[in-house]
């Protein structure tokens, strides 16, 4: 019923930046929370960042200072600019919602670091 489509993903050198951008086919507001998740090879996945109401962000320590993400309600989407990325970023990148108690998941994009 509600689909989540991820987009930005691709190859960027250490030091980098690039931007991860979802489209939601609801309204953002709709979401009790909405953010990104990354599963690298052989790890868990894990929680990059997200977006609740007030609003408020919450980030992985390990992208604090790095990443950013932030939202467009006229849009409709939910945006992760990456900076400084390193090697150990490189995941495939997923995006995530919660609405009316369901989990929404995109089909990820992969992001790769490498000189």
């Known amino acids: 019923q509600v689909q989540l489509v991820e987009s930005g993903g691709g190859l960027v050198q250490p030091g980098g930046s690039l931007r991860l951008s979802c489209a939601a086919s609801?309204?953002?507001?709709?979401?009790?929370?909405m953010g990104w998740y990354r599963q690298a090879p052989e790890k868990a996945r894990e929680l990059v960042a997200s977006f609740t109401s007030g609003p408020s962000t919450n980030y992985a320590d390990s992208v604090k200072g790095r990443f950013t993400v932030s939202r467009d309600n006229a849009e409709n989407t939910v945006s992760l600019q990456m900076n400084s990325l390193k090697p150990e970023d490189t995941a495939v990148y997923y995006c995530h919602g919660n609405r009316y108690g369901r989990n929404y998941w995109g089909k990820g994009t992969l992001v790769t670091v490498s000189s």
């Open positions: 609801a309204p953002i507001f709709s979401f009790n929370t």
